[in-house]
């Protein structure tokens, strides 16, 4: 019986040394949505709690409980999904017990996971473990990633999603539904027939961002379909709805405004604006597997088009397309200026822009005048970084 | 009776050997919306099945049916719209009889739909014909050539919809209800105050392609409101939430990457990309009503505009834009190149655009040192048609 | 006892002249949506009817209502919140008692609503009162302004929204409900479990137009998220889904094709047309607080960046920047053509854009040889001031 927190830690501290055992990379239970027509399919997972590096007491209790209410619990492999059953959420409970009084609000929340599964039809829900960060496996361990990044628990880049495209169904989203493409074709007749075909929002594999996130009190994000699952949002960010979109694996560090498209691997600092139609291009897109960082303070500015990585207080003019190969002019006099604030940059009157890439304080404009593409030092405030120089 | 699959063949021919019959282009039973004030007004059409050019068997007995349940058939004019009534069911329901016990699933559509009239109040139905492609004269045929479209049963820009808009009524979306402006207008109050003022998704004449059309397995529409009911979707293609839109009669003949604009009359060929914020002009917006066809394996850069027919395997710089009239350089280097690619091209060092317009494999890019639009031969590849070479 | 329509006016006179009493500027009845936690926060205020330099009958009858039933009334602030009670409900219903009988429809809007307020629970109420345009003090007041402006009683730019955003809670919006964050946080387990996470459709400060506003019968929104509250939109209007972007206290004069962004602050004339991802810039970014007002007639091309204010048929061509610094070249027989459009304006073969500003029949053009911006008198015609000239 475990009746206080000690009992509580010795029950934890045995199970982590049980040679089976092993520590998860993230963990947490899923709601599971099934196919309408194939309930073998899963369309999707909801994580009311998502661990990534953290509480390995309650993977621990978890963990035990599925292997003493018979699932089989292998620790040895990237990754384990496992059946829950009444048993699980009974053993599980009573190893909370000296929890279950103050599991409410922000505390405990894997405890209160186990408060609501109790008295459920565990047949929709799933206990999911990563254990090693290589390409996801399930559809399930494919949104606990999604979540990792999207909830800012695990850093954008750093998470492997390699395959997770072939994973995903492609399903027909009614809010929060997923609905299987091939039970709309079943139905479809009688449901037309009925005046009860439902309203669909969309058709991805991936859901929304804010259909699983809730972004901190700050962050506004003015329309939903403009932020996938899988980005992450740092808190004071604004996605306004014109041309803005944010892809999976990609956001922001900072508050940032954001009314352009900050494409798949993209990562845009605080205080930079993405301006009305800028376009980060993502390894996806044109940018031959260079992930694109925007820096602090940048502006890019409307209708823009960015190729290349930029640093800190940089300015894209309105309108300019900046690719890799693009060649950029710059005047000695600003090349001093521009050294300045980039003590280690080599520049010369006429670069490639990725020869510029990373730089500090650089003023892309394209001369009204002779239509050429240059390069200034920008009359943003650029930071040295005082331990290097 | 008609007991056997015979009976049924013989019972068609004879009604397709009278003399007032003639087989339609399209038909199909209508589920219709009306006007929550004035009642005669129809908002919307909802085709559970939508027959084009195809299953003229079911059109005899739909035909059959209207006809002797008191219907005024008149096969003369370009299209028939029809109330129905329980006697139309039961005789449409009587020729069906060999085939009521397979109608589900993919099989028998028609006749599903039938078996999903009996029972309901016939006055929210309607049955619609279009015998020549005319300007629609009703909201149901209008609606009909959309769905005729939108299912890829007519090719795009092959039909006739002229006059469409001014058929369609105005009105507040909400979900897939539509709902008259003066209801919301005549109860606002009451709504307001009550707290059930509907959730209005948009205001427009046309629905939105999700509402009506299921489509391919993979196929991606990431925000319903990007693609308007009319539009044509070839399987593999992807619509993309920042700032992509695809109209009515306007979309793509194969797996394309949609995050830009495909206007009205615009079509897209299998394999291109059209970029983040690119912009294909429509016949209603610049082209002189010269309808743009982009070829296949073509990429239009993120926030370029295309305001020219292209061939395949070209490629339109990100921020280029691309009109009739637009000067273009080419060296005598690159013009021998695309010459090679298109072997019938009459070329010269300066041309507008459209004297360029349709050819394979052209490069289109701002001079980053000049401000010079030029073009160059693509790097992509461009497959020559071998009968004519 | 009031009975007649003289004695309703003879009662308004009568509470005119009290000395306590004031005319408002604007007035309603609002609902109030409050936090689902802390329910002293203010959400949303809903108006059946919005009051604006007009109505003053109602308002005598409402203020003296409120100050009968005991409430607290002081007009001489800039504004006034006042909670309601049934005695407040009685006492102006039976002020207008010889309306009640013909209040339905269009007619007599403010009595239906204190014929709907009866027998409500009327916590969920108050009436709403701006004496003077100073910067809103209350999210009701906020709202009331937003309202006159999006149903086109105030003009654009003509109300004090300052201090507004500090004013208005950051909220996620299922529909037309807002709901507090902290709610989500507090229940995101026990929701999740039960599949009963609510969608989200934004998380704003702002709510949607079409959530409040009910647009012209000729006014098309073909996505609601496409418009903020706040915006006020001309009848004939069209706002199409691709890059589009109404912002609040920005709009349209008259009927103008909307696919592209119209910042905070921004008018566009009659006529005009703002392409597909067109940008005009608005104060809050880039145009230093100069804001933009675009004419008549005029056209800014697809992907367009348009940073100063322009006259009456104007051509901007597609993919141009034009910012208050980029240098504009003229010929000299197009510095006469645009003179004669323009009489009074002073003009050089070499200007800023910006000294360039609001004159009629200017084409912006970039050579597609040189790459030189250019300014060229545009084919559309102006229509010269004949009392100026």
């Given amino acids: 019986m475990i009746e206080t927190q000690e009992d509580f830690k010795a029950k934890v501290a045995e199970i982590q040394a049980q040679p089976w055992y092993k520590n998860p990379i993230g963990f947490g239970l899923a709601r599971i949505d099934r196919g309408q027509l194939n309930t073998d399919k899963i369309l999707q997972a909801t994580f009311p709690v998502v661990n990534w590096g953290e509480n390995f007491g309650s993977a621990a209790v978890f963990l035990d409980a599925l292997n003493e209410s018979g699932a089989a619990v292998d ?29 409410f609000g922000q505390a405990h929340k894997n405890v209160q996971v186990i408060l609501e599964l109790e008295g459920k039809d565990t047949a929709g829900y799933k206990m999911v473990f990563i254990f090693e960060d290589t390409k996801p496996q399930s559809v399930e361990t494919a949104y606990l990633k999604l979540y990792a990044l999207s909830t800012g628990k695990a850093e954008l880049r750093k998470i492997c ?9 492609n399903v027909a989203w009614s809010g929060t539904l997923p609905i299987e493409l091939d039970w709309l074709r079943e139905n479809e007749v009688s449901l037309k027939m009925t005046g009860s075909y439902p309203v669909i929002d969309m058709v991805d594999k991936f859901p929304r961002f804010l259909s699983h996130i809730i972004p901190a009190d700050n962050t506004r994000i003015l329309d939903t379909s403009k932020v996938r699952m899988g980005a992450q949002l740092a808190a004071g960010t604004t996605v306004m709805p014109g041309a803005s979109y944010i892809n999976f694996n990609a956001g922001t560090l900072g508050p940032v405004m954001v009314e352009g498209r900050i494409s798949s691997s993209a990562i845009v600092g605080s205080g930079s604006d993405v301006g009305g139609g800028a376009s980060i291009l993502g390894v996806l897109s044109g940018t031959d597997g260079n992930p694109i960082s925007i820096g602090e303070n940048t502006l890019l500015g409307a209708n823009s088009t960015t190729g290349i990585p930029l640093g800190d207080a940089c300015i894209v003019d309105g309108g300019v397309a900046l690719f890799a190969g693009t060649k950029i002019t710059i005047s000695d006099d600003q090349i001093a200026k521009i050294q300045e604030a980039n003590p280690e940059a080599k520049l010369s009157n006429s670069m490639r822009a990725d020869a510029l890439q990373g730089l500090n304080g650089v003023h892309f404009r394209q001369n009204s005048v002779t239509g050429q593409m240059q390069a200034f030092r920008s009359t943003r405030e650029v930071k040295l970084n005082a331990d290097l120089h």
């Fill in 161 to 169: 999603l390699d395959g997770a495209f072939g994973i995903l169904e």
């Fill in 75 to 103: 620790c040895t492999g990237s990754e384990l999904v496992c059946d829950v059953n009444d048993k699980f959420t009974k053993i599980a409970m009573d190893t909370f017990a000296p929890y279950l009084d103050e599991a």
